[in-house]
């Protein structure tokens, strides 16, 4: 319902004419008259008596405030007119609590030296967390008589006009109403920000206050101070202004508006100092930087030293602190900012230090209350008491003397660190408003101190996730050398999905996967690790890599419609001197030939992201030459924002091919050319295999019929082939190992002979092959048994282990290190 036109009384009462329809007019003076602003809390009592409730009710605000709101406007008699019932219920009643509407009315008051008061008055009912509960409004009524009116005796009534009544309007319907509404919170000066707004939308929302003159004339109330000359009172405000911001000595007795006006001041001046804070602090997410923004942001315009403490889990970047601080607390000493000579405060109180605070210090008072504490001058007993926390350091000549406010930095009621701000002793004492501008400051800066440390918390789970992901790869595979690198993107939620990987297979071959889900933030690195230990998984199977892909495309629409990622896998053949290679929608791999150092993209069919589902996968074959280099990334290293991705492509092909001392270097090189550009802001994987080839005559290979009496010839050709590699020193546990399982394959295999192979690399590597698909397994073979004892000699006795499945059967292999040349 629209609030001031067709508001819905009372049900016991009719509406008056003050809530009739009908536009509001603008403009007389009469609308610009002196308010008396009372607020009431839940107990009934004033928690708030302006000037101008002083001057129309005649009780000092150091009298009013505290005292029950009935006994300080004692309703004698309500006026009304014949025809005008009034738009609410008396206000007795509306100040005893009973008003659960807006109401406005006339009233005859008793105030002190016997005298009566006629006033106007509107009255809010307030909701919300604070303590508030009425706000009332009134204004002096004989004031507003005018030539018509004089010889009257009722205030609000006279032959000259039909009424002077008070009523509500949306704010909206009149001339200048944004400005009014922005006025609005002059009327509340001694209120914190968030107070004055709340309430203030409360009175914009249930309607704003009007003059009635008659059914069709009515005037919005302008709020006003009391003095008609505004010029004169205005000017005479930014005097006492600049005499306060200079120091300048103010007159030795004080009228009373000079001390209204010295109050206007200092609440415009702390208005100003709040928005001005508001606006320097929380330009980043960074905690470090918010740290320093807050620190400096208060001085020397505030104070002149300001001491910035936050809790060790604050600092450490761990999860929300709980419980109340205590004498244990470990309080680090994050910022120092002051006005002081260079160099002062810097061996007393180092930054970065971390200390306890003991229960008699303001700093103990304030964190266990979470209230600001006020020292208005830290005397020589309280100076030597602060000093005492601090070993073999004199800091009594740097805080003695000085006015001390010590502010908690809190969110969500929790201490989560509190600013120490002392001034010279030469500039004015922190007095009672500036506890209440500091009680604000640290508001607003434990708030954006909160989004900094939840912002670095986050990142650090999902940095702590992603790094748990990213695997250690060796830098050494059978014939190949491997070098990774990873970047982290340079945005907001710069954790992404990228990741890659290398993976043993049978053979002495390595796979090698590149993948990037598509995204940022915790999400993104838990759907990587899902999908990173699927492709391990897939791939100790020793599946092919268009196969691969298609399985862990089926995997991610199970998993759900948001994942999404490309990925590139291939498998290189050091013996054959061939890659095996398939993409799902990735940028195409690099290739550095040897023989020419020249560098190329490799052409492969492109396939669809993984997710994305029912799009085929190929596969294709490129061989390789000893040293060749393969260069697989992410598409945030050759990505820019602007630029066609044509030429982060070249860039890449050219920084490939560059020579390099080390894989590692060569890694650098890459990353230099590319992440030197400006604008990269995805993260970033990067992988490059040297590709060097396992020679001929490094392999032996032997096939063995399915006969128990081949178990010994292989133990022979395995001493006699090591012998021959100078690898003596191996050949009685090779020949031991072999034995083992030879014989085990020879007994489980079906029709397709035992393969027997020896590879010499960085180390000496056996593998036996047979068409039996079940893998062997451990055993805990007791006294009696005649099996299970095979595989544990050979767990024993390699230096690696392991089986894997193959497309005709499986595959066993173990490892020995080779001796030392």
Not at 84 to 106: I, K, R, T, V
Not at 262 to 284: D, H, M
Not at 436 to 459: H, I
Not at 467 to 473: T, Y
Request: net charge negative; aromatic share 4%; with cysteine.
């Amino acid at each position: 319902m629209d609030r001031g036109t067709d508001r819905e009384a009372p049900p016991s009462r009719p509406a008056g004419p003050g809530m009739e329809a009908g536009p509001v007019e603008a403009g007389p003076a009469a609308g610009r008259i002196p308010l008396a602003v009372v607020v009431v809390d839940r107990a009934g009592l004033v928690s708030h008596w302006s000037s101008g409730a002083r001057r129309l009710f005649g009780t000092p605000k150091e009298i009013a405030v505290g005292r029950p709101v009935t006994d300080l406007l004692p309703v004698s008699g309500a006026l009304a007119y014949e025809d005008y019932d009034g738009p609410g219920p008396d206000l007795e009643p509306a100040l005893g609590g009973a008003l659960s509407y807006p109401a406005a009315g006339c009233a005859r008051l008793d105030v002190p030296e016997g005298a009566r008061a006629e006033v106007l008055w509107w009255a809010y009912p307030l909701v919300g967390p604070g303590p508030e509960r009425l706000l009332v409004l009134a204004a002096d009524a004989a004031g507003l008589r005018t030539e018509a009116t004089e010889d009257t005796e009722d205030a609000c009534e006279g032959p000259g006009v039909e009424r002077i009544a008070p009523g509500f309007a949306l704010h909206t319907d009149f001339p200048g109403a944004e400005d009014l509404a922005r006025r609005l919170p002059e009327i509340l000066p001694s209120m914190s920000v968030e107070e004055g707004a709340r309430i203030v939308g409360q009175v914009l929302e249930l309607g704003y206050p009007v003059l009635e003159f008659s059914q069709n004339d009515r005037v919005p109330v302008t709020p006003d101070w009391g003095v008609p000359r505004r010029a004169e009172r205005k000017a005479r405000r930014e005097r006492l202004a600049r005499a306060v911001a200079a120091g300048e000595a103010l007159p030795a007795e004080l009228t009373e508006d000079d001390r209204e006006d010295l109050e206007y001041t200092a609440v415009r001046e702390r208005l100003e100092f709040l928005n001005e804070v508001s606006g320097r602090i929380g330009t980043s997410l960074d905690l470090s930087r918010t740290i320093v923004e807050v620190s400096r942001a208060v001085v020397p315009r505030f104070t002149d030293v300001a001491g910035t403490y936050l809790r060790e889990q604050v600092v450490a970047g761990e999860g929300f602190p709980e419980g109340v601080p205590d004498t244990t607390t470990m309080w680090h000493r994050v910022a120092v900012e002051h006005t002081d000579e260079p160099g002062r405060w810097d061996d007393v109180v180092p930054v970065g230090e971390a200390m306890p605070f003991p229960a008699h210090t303001p700093f103990f008072q304030c964190m266990t209350t979470g209230e600001p504490v006020l020292v208005p001058r830290i005397s020589e007993q309280m100076g030597h008491a602060i000093a005492s926390q601090f070993e073999k350091r004199d800091i009594r000549p740097l805080i003695t003397g000085r006015s001390m406010l010590v502010v908690p930095l809190k969110a969500r009621n929790v201490v989560l660190g509190f600013m120490i701000l002392l001034r010279h002793p030469e500039r004015a004492e922190f007095n009672d408003m500036d506890r209440v501008t500091g009680a604000e400051l640290a508001a607003r800066a434990g708030l954006v101190l909160d989004n900094a440390r939840m912002y670095t918390y986050q990142e650090s789970v999902a940095e702590t996730l992603q790094d748990s992901m990213l695997p250690h790869i060796p830098p050494r595979r059978a014939g190949c050398d491997v070098a990774t690198r990873y970047l982290p993107g340079t945005l907001l939620g710069r954790v992404g999905g990228d990741w890659f990987d290398s993976v043993k297979l049978p053979g002495a071959r390595t796979a090698f996967v590149v993948g990037d889900v598509m995204g940022h933030g915790l999400n993104s690195a838990a759907m990587m690790g899902q999908l990173r230990t699927a492709v391990q998984t897939m791939a100790a199977l020793d599946l092919p890599p268009a196969q691969l892909l298609r399985n862990l495309d089926d995997l991610a629409q199970r998993l759900g419609d948001t994942y999404l990622a490309t990925c590139l896998y291939a498998v290189y053949d050091p013996i054959a001197s061939e890659l095996h290679l398939a993409n799902a929608g990735h940028i195409p791999p690099v290739v550095v030939r040897a023989r020419d150092g020249r560098s190329e993209l490799l052409d492969l069919p492109t396939g669809a992201p993984i997710g994305v589902g029912g799009v085929p996968f190929e596969a294709v074959r490129v061989r390789v030459e000893p040293g060749d280099r393969l260069v697989m990334c992410t598409d945030g290293l050759v990505e820019m924002r602007g630029e066609d991705i044509g030429v982060g492509l070249a860039t890449l092909c050219e920084s490939a091919a560059h020579p390099a001392a080390s894989m590692d270097d060569a890694c650098d090189t890459i990353i230099r050319a590319l992440n030197t550009r400006g604008g990269r802001k995805d993260d970033v994987a990067l992988l490059m295999a040297r590709l060097n080839g396992i020679e001929p005559h490094d392999v032996a290979e032997w096939r063995l019929p399915l006969d128990p009496a081949e178990v010994p010839r292989a133990r022979a050709v395995v001493r006699e082939q090591l012998h021959d590699w100078g690898l003596a020193g191996l050949a009685d546990t090779a020949e031991l190992l072999v034995s083992e399982l030879v014989t085990n394959a020879v007994q489980h295999s079906r029709t397709r002979p035992v393969e027997l192979r020896l590879v010499r690399g960085d180390t000496l590597l056996c593998e036996v092959d047979d068409d039996d698909h079940e893998l062997p397994t451990l055993l805990s073979a007791g006294p009696g048994d005649d099996t299970g004892r095979g595989l544990r000699v050979v767990s024993t006795l390699a230096r690696e282990w392991g089986t894997s499945r193959t497309g005709a059967g499986k595959t066993v292999w173990f490892e020995l290190t080779l001796p030392r040349r």
